[in-house]
């Protein structure tokens, strides 16, 4: 847990440090409810299905992977970001890392290197 939060240390730290730290919030959320639609932050695996709860942990993945991209470069992707996000949640590993014993190091470290993966695959490094 401590290497964990070591390396979410120094992840805001780079953000602060680089610009304000609030405008790269703010990105993150326009970008995420431009992409996600109502649906942001919700464990729903397709476009027509019914919106479910807020899911604190996925806010947690998203808000902080999306700060490290502009808008200019995801939102041309939305449809294959919202297709790897279908296919994370179709995932047992990373729906187990996002639904049970989250605060686990090996849950946290799953789910952001599989998020991670995933945006990385399709929009490149940030």
């Known amino acids: 847990m401590d290497e964990f939060l070591g390396a979410a240390l120094d992840c805001v730290n780079s953000v602060v440090n680089t610009g304000d730290h609030r405008d790269a919030f703010t990105s993150a959320m326009k970008q995420n409810q431009a992409i ?50 279908y296919e994370l949640l179709n995932h047992p590993r990373f729906v187990s890392a996002i639904s049970s014993g989250t605060t686990s190091p090996e849950n946290v470290n799953t789910r952001f290197s599989m998020a991670e993966n995933m945006m990385r695959s399709i929009l490149g490094a940030p």
Not at 47 to 61: I, Y
Not at 69 to 75: C, E, G, K, P, V
């Open 36 to 85: 996600f639609g109502r649906y942001a932050f919700t464990k729903h695996t397709g476009p027509n299905e019914r919106k479910k709860p807020f899911n604190v942990v996925l806010f947690e993945v998203f808000a902080t992977l999306f700060a490290e991209y502009n808008q200019q470069r995801t939102l041309p992707m939305s449809n294959k970001l919202r297709a790897g996000y």
